[in-house]
C-alpha cells in the first residue's frame, strides 16, 4: 500500500517537467517573460493578466474612445477602428487564454514534447533542436512587415493630426506617449497571436520529423510488424494529443477572422464608404496579419497530415516489393547471400537508373518518393502479416483533426479560397489590390 502511494506521488511530481535556465528552452523562456505570457509561478501569472489587460483591452478601449477624432479632417477621421480594435483583441484574447493554459497545465518543455525527445533518434532530436531555434526567427519574418507598415501610418497619424487630435497638456508630448501606446498595444496582441501559430507549426515539424523516422523502420532488416504497429500507433497518439490541444484555437481563429473580414467587407462596400488609404490602410493591414498567422496553422496542419496519409502509400510499396522479390527468390531457387546481392543490384538499377531522377529535386522524401523498397524485408515478415498492415494503415489514416474532420489538402484549399477571395477583395476595395 504504501508503494502504491508513492507510485501516485511520483506520477504528480511528473505532470510538469522539471527544467532549468540553461536548457535548449532558455530562449522561449526569456522571450516568454519579456511578453509578460509566462505564468509558471504566482506572481508571473498576476503579471501577466495585468499586462494583457492593459495592452490587450485597456489601450485599444480607450484609444477608440478617446481618440474618435469626430472633429478632425476626412484623412485623420477612425471609421473602421471599431473592427480593427475588437478582432485585434478578441484574437489575441483567445491566443493568450490557449497560451496560459497551456503554460499552466503541461509546462514548456511538456507542451513542445521535448521530454518525449529522448525516445527519437539523433536525427530528429537535432533537426528538432535548430527548428527550435528558428522559431523567433521565423516570427519575427511575419512580423516585423506589419509592424514596420503599422508604426509608419501611425506615426503619420498623429504628426499630421497635431492639435486636432484630443491631448493632455503639451501636445507633442501627449501625442508621443499615445503613439508609444498604440503601438506597443498592436505589436503585443499580435505577437501573442503569431506566437501560438509558430508554436503549432513547431510542434508540427517535430512530427513530421517522427513520420519520416518512421519510414526508416519499415525497411530495415530486423524490422517486426509488431515493432512498425507500435510506432505507428505511438505517432497517432502524439498527432491526437496535438489536435485535441489545438482544436479550439484553430476553429476559433477561423471563425474570428472570417467574421472580421465579412464585417470589413460589409462596411467597406457601403455606399458612403470612404475607401482612401489614410482612412483604411489600418483595415488591410490587420487583415493581412490574420491571414498570415491563419496560413502557417494550416499548412502546418496539412503538412503533417499529408505526410502521415503518405504511410498507407509507402506500407503498399514495402508490402509490393518484398512480394514481388520473395516469388523471385523463391523460382529462382538461388542461395540467400547471391540473392540478396542480386536483388540489391536490381532495385539499385531500376531506382537509380533512371533519367527523371535528377528532375525531382527536393520534392521526394523518406515518406513519399518513387524508390524501390529494399527487398530484404521479406526475410523477416510473410505476406498475411504484411497485408494485414496494409490494411490496418488503409483504414486507419492519421492526421491532424478538429472534432472529427480531418485538415487535409482538401480542406485547406476550400478554407484558403474562401480566405483569400474575402482579403482580395478587402485590398481592392481598400488599397487597390486586386
Known amino acids: 500500500m504504501a508503494d502504491e502511494d508513492d507510485d501516485l506521488h511520483n506520477k504528480k511530481v511528473l505532470v510538469r517537467s522539471a527544467s532549468h535556465m540553461y536548457d535548449e528552452l532558455s530562449s522561449f ?100 533542436t535548430q527548428q527550435l531555434n528558428r522559431s523567433m526567427k521565423i516570427l519575427f519574418i511575419f512580423l516585423m512587415p506589419c509592424f514596420i507598415a503599422e508604426t509608419a501610418y501611425k506615426i503619420w497619424w498623429y504628426s499630421s493630426g497635431g492639435s486636432q487630435i484630443p491631448y ?23 505577437v501573442v497571436f503569431f506566437l501560438v501559430c509558430v508554436l503549432f507549426r513547431l510542434i508540427c515539424y517535430l512530427q513530421i520529423l517522427r513520420l519520416q523516422d ?47 473580414l465579412f464585417a470589413s467587407l460589409l462596411l467597406t462596400t457601403s455606399a458612403n464608404a470612404d475607401l482612401r488609404i489614410y482612412k483604411s490602410g489600418e483595415l ?24 502521415a496519409q503518405a504511410v498507407t502509400c ?33 532495385f539499385l538499377l531500376s531506382s537509380n537508373g533512371s533519367s527523371d531522377a535528377e528532375d525531382v529535386g527536393d520534392e521526394e522524401d523518406e515518406l513519399d518518393n518513387t524508390k524501390f523498397v529494399p527487398c530484404y524485408a521479406n526475410r523477416t515478415i510473410s505476406f498475411q502479416k504484411r497485408q494485414a498492415l496494409v490494411t490496418y494503415f488503409e483504414n486507419n489514416r492519421a492526421g491532424v483533426t478538429i472534432y472529427g474532420f480531418m485538415l487535409d489538402r482538401t480542406s485547406l484549399h476550400t478554407i484558403f479560397g474562401i480566405e483569400l477571395t474575402l482579403i482580395l477583395w478587402l485590398l481592392g476595395k481598400t488599397v487597390g489590390v486586386s
Request: aromatic letters at 12%; one cysteine or more; hydrophobic letters at 45%.
Open 29 to 128: 523562456r526569456t522571450w516568454f517573460k519579456w511578453m509578460c505570457v509566462d505564468q509558471s509561478e504566482p506572481r508571473s501569472a498576476c503579471l501577466s493578466w495585468f499586462v494583457f489587460s492593459l495592452l490587450g483591452v485597456g489601450v485599444p478601449w480607450l484609444s477608440h474612445y478617446l481618440l474618435a477624432c469626430n472633429d478632425c479632417d476626412a484623412d485623420h477621421s477612425r471609421t473602421y477602428d471599431s473592427v480593427v480594435q475588437f478582432s485585434l483583441s478578441s484574437v489575441a484574447a483567445l491566443s493568450f487564454i490557449c497560451l496560459s493554459r497551456f503554460s499552466k497545465k503541461y509546462g514548456l518543455r511538456r507542451f513542445l514534447f521535448l521530454d518525449k525527445l529522448c525516445e527519437e533518434s539523433e536525427t530528429v532530436r537535432n533537426c528538432y
Open 168 to 190: 493632455l497638456g503639451n501636445v507633442f508630448m501627449s501625442n508621443t506617449i499615445l503613439c508609444i501606446l498604440e503601438l506597443t498595444s498592436w505589436l503585443y496582441r499580435t
Open 214 to 260: 518512421f519510414a526508416q523502420v519499415l525497411v530495415h532488416v530486423h524490422s517486426s510488424v509488431e515493432s512498425v504497429l507500435r510506432e505507428h500507433l505511438r505517432i497517432r497518439r502524439h498527432l491526437r494529443i496535438i489536435s485535441h490541444r489545438f482544436r479550439v484555437f484553430i476553429l476559433w481563429v477561423l471563425i474570428f477572422i472570417t467574421a472580421s
Open 284 to 307: 488591410a493591414l490587420s487583415s493581412v496579419s490574420f491571414l498570415a498567422g491563419l496560413m502557417i496553422l494550416l499548412r502546418s496542419a496539412t503538412k503533417i497530415t499529408h505526410k
Open 314 to 346: 509507402l506500407a503498399a510499396k514495402w508490402h509490393a516489393c518484398a512480394t514481388i522479390e520473395s516469388y523471385h527468390w523463391a523460382e529462382t531457387e538461388i542461395p540467400l547471400a547471391t540473392n540478396q546481392v542480386d536483388c540489391n543490384n536490381h
